[in-house]
């Protein structure tokens, strides 16, 4: 239960920083959640959108790229939306891979004991997220990261 309640506009800290975001896209969008009933389970994305000379919030969420990182759980059920079906490697981890016409996602499993997937609706050259993904630098252990709502 929330004792209080502030708002402001502090920095949210993040298992992960990106570098090599094109300068064309702008954060749109900033989701952090965790589990109050599973201990260390947690969920973290940064939306970016290319920058809209309208403003027109409509419009920056028609096509976006979207960097999330997740703890890793080793899922072995297929029913289960964490389970782990890797169709490649990339950078020596098991990794999923697909989309076509510049839409991608990948989903790079146990970097660290975290996840990193990151969703691309045709904003990066064909092959972005595998290029992108290097630039993802996690903070150290990021198996034991906490959101900063974690008190």
Known sequence: M????R???DPIPMPATVAGVP????VIAVDVQESLDEPKVWYASTTWSPKSISGDPGQQR???????ISRYRNITDPADNEY??????????PA???GQNGF???TVYDVNG??????????????????LFPAVTLVAEPANWHTHLHR
């Open 96 to 98: 999923r891979f697909g």
């Open 62 to 68: 028609a096509r976006t790229m979207t960097v999330s």
């Open 84 to 93: 782990v079906d890797p169709n490649t490697t990339v950078g020596g981890h």
């Open 2 to 5: 929330a004792r209080a309640l």
């Open 114 to 131: 975290a996840n990193v997937t990151i969703d691309d609706s045709a904003l990066l050259p064909t092959g972005g997220t595998r290029a």
């Open 23 to 26: 300068a064309t896209l702008q």
């Open 104 to 106: 991608e996602s990948l």
């Open 7 to 9: 708002f402001g506009d």
